[in-house]
């Protein structure tokens, strides 16, 4: 079945930067849209970044110019690099997978299988 592992995170001051890792197992991953997505307390999930199997990308507004997708076919890892982290930043992550995402990449519904999350905490 597929399966994603993430690793990763941590917590950090302001302006610092974290890596997130996401391996996939299970299926074909070279096939397949992948992407990151957060959740800070109270607050719905939302989509941080993606990146189709063709490589196109898209991300979220308060994250360009700060963050970067990329994906390694050959490792089936998919990375998110935060940079200029700020405290509203701080979510729990999680990588997730879809075949079609439809209309709206970061659209968390479109996604079918999930990574375990990891925490990020931004402290000012």
């Known amino acids: 079945q597929m399966q994603l592992v993430q690793s990763g995170g941590g917590s950090v001051q302001a302006g610092g930067s974290l890596r997130l890792s996401c391996v996939a197992s299970?299926?074909?991953?070279?096939?397949?849209?992948m992407g990151w997505f957060r959740q800070a307390p109270g607050k719905e999930r939302e989509g941080v970044a993606a990146?189709?199997?063709?490589?196109?990308?898209s991300y979220a507004d308060s994250v360009k110019g700060r963050f970067t997708i990329s994906r390694d076919n050959a490792k089936n890892t998919l990375y998110l690099q935060m940079g200029s982290l700020k405290p509203e930043d701080t979510a729990m992550y999680y990588c997730?997978?879809?075949?079609?995402?439809?209309?709206?990449?970061?659209?968390?519904?479109?996604?079918?299988?999930w990574g375990q999350g990891t925490q990020v905490t931004v402290s000012s």
């Open positions: 990146v189709d199997s063709d490589g196109s990308t």
């Open positions: 997730a997978t879809t075949y079609d995402y439809g209309l709206d990449m970061l659209s968390p519904y479109q996604y079918n299988a």
């Open positions: 299970g299926y074909t991953f070279t096939t397949y849209c």
